[in-house]
């Protein structure tokens, strides 16, 4: 269920169609921690309570996010988390007993109540802007791609662009567009581009979740790099910030990111032409600054 709390603490900073909420910086998340509700407690602290709620029935809240709609639109992100946990629960109420429905519910609500304290902390600038109004440059990392190769940011410079996508091995809708971003990979290639994954199970060299995430990348026919980074990695706290999966993110040559990241598979199309019109916009201002 770990993969699931992360989603929990992208509460302030919005990642466009995948996140809300927290820096990543550390002195935003310094500032972060300075600010109290009015109950003396800081931001961190209400976070670490939510993630407790949701801990405590965490088999109810896995099937919970299992069934999620894979179409989440940033505006339902952008409003209280609580209530958007309380549509997610009303979308899978069938497959939970009135005693689990109304746990279920009654977790919502204690989170759309700590989402008020969030919302009403005192925010500075640090803490009040977004991803893109901080920086758009794709966080610092160093890790292994599945295979043992090690890897860090410099990867982005031998390509005109990546793909970045965000996954994990028990998301349903990430898995659907394996093979999508098989097929992504193998044209963006002849492009000087390239399509890497990021399974957040397997951060810190997790060898059974590498196993597992391996295993599911072959049943997809999925042949394109996957890295396992270190989880208190610039690159690690930013992907723990992600709220909806899968998250896709381009990225240029000079490790800024481009455009807005995206929620939802590229197996949708409107997300497959969104992406090839700012892979294009890349290639354009790759080629004019040679």
């Given at each position: 269920?770990?993969?699931?709390?992360?989603?929990?603490?992208?509460?302030?900073?919005?990642?466009?169609?995948?996140?809300?909420?927290?820096?990543?910086?550390?002195?935003?998340?310094?500032?972060?921690?300075?600010?109290?509700?009015?109950?003396?407690?800081?931001?961190?602290?209400?976070?670490?309570?939510?993630?407790?709620?949701?801990?405590?029935?965490?088999?109810?809240?896995?099937?919970?996010?299992?069934?999620?709609?894979?179409?989440?639109?940033?505006?339902?992100l952008n409003n209280n988390?609580?209530?958007?946990?309380?549509?997610?629960?009303?979308?899978?109420?069938?497959?939970?007993?009135?005693?689990?429905?109304?746990?279920?519910?009654?977790?919502?609500?204690?989170?759309?109540?700590?989402?008020?304290?969030?919302?009403?902390?005192?925010?500075?600038?640090?803490?009040?802007?977004?991803?893109?109004?901080?920086?758009?440059?794709?966080?610092?990392?160093?890790?292994?791609?599945?295979?043992?190769?090690?890897?860090?940011?410099?990867?982005?410079?031998?390509?005109?662009?990546?793909?970045?996508?965000?996954?994990?091995?028990g998301c349903k809708p990430?898995?659907?567009?394996?093979?999508?971003?098989?097929?992504?990979?193998?044209?963006?290639?002849?492009?000087?581009?390239?399509?890497?994954?990021?399974?957040?199970?397997?951060?810190?060299?997790?060898?059974?979740?590498?196993?597992?995430?391996?295993?599911?990348?072959?049943?997809?026919?999925?042949?394109?790099?996957?890295?396992?980074?270190?989880?208190?990695?610039?690159?690690?706290?930013?992907?723990?910030?992600?709220?909806?999966?899968?998250?896709?993110?381009?990225?240029?040559?000079?490790?800024n990111i481009v455009g807005?990241?995206?929620?939802?598979?590229?197996?949708?199309?409107?997300?497959?032409?969104?992406?090839?019109?700012?892979?294009?916009?890349?290639?354009?201002?790759?080629?004019?600054?040679?």
């Amino acid at each position: 269920m770990k993969r699931f709390f992360a989603w929990i603490t992208a509460l302030l900073m919005l990642l466009s169609l995948a996140a809300c909420s927290s820096t990543q910086t550390s002195t935003a998340a310094a500032s972060q921690q300075a600010s109290t509700s009015e109950t003396g407690k800081s931001e961190n602290e209400l976070i670490a309570e939510e993630n407790d709620i949701l801990t405590a029935n965490d088999e109810l809240w896995e099937k919970v996010f299992a069934s999620m709609d894979k179409n989440v639109t940033q505006t339902t992100l952008n409003n209280n988390y609580g209530d958007f946990l309380m549509d997610a629960v009303d979308n899978a109420k069938d497959q939970f007993t009135e005693e689990e429905y109304a746990s279920l519910k009654a977790d919502a609500d204690k989170i759309r109540e700590i989402e008020n304290q969030i919302t009403a902390l005192p925010q500075d600038e640090a803490t009040s802007q977004s991803a893109a109004e901080n920086g758009s440059t794709f966080p610092q990392f160093e890790g292994k791609d599945l295979d043992g190769n090690s890897v860090d940011s410099s990867l982005f410079a031998n390509n005109a662009f990546t793909v970045v996508n965000f996954w994990f091995s028990g998301c349903k809708p990430c898995v659907e567009e394996l093979s999508k971003l098989n097929e992504l990979n193998d044209a963006v290639r002849a492009m000087g581009g390239e399509v890497v994954g990021i399974n957040t199970e397997t951060f810190d060299g997790n060898e059974s979740a590498i196993k597992e995430a391996a295993s599911v990348l072959e049943s997809q026919g999925a042949k394109y790099r996957n890295l396992s980074i270190d989880s208190s990695s610039d690159a690690g706290k930013y992907a723990s910030n992600i709220m909806a999966f899968p998250t896709t993110i381009l990225v240029d040559r000079n490790g800024n990111i481009v455009g807005d990241p995206m929620l939802g598979g590229i197996d949708n199309q409107d997300n497959y032409d969104t992406l090839m019109k700012q892979i294009q916009s890349v290639i354009d201002a790759d080629s004019s600054n040679k």
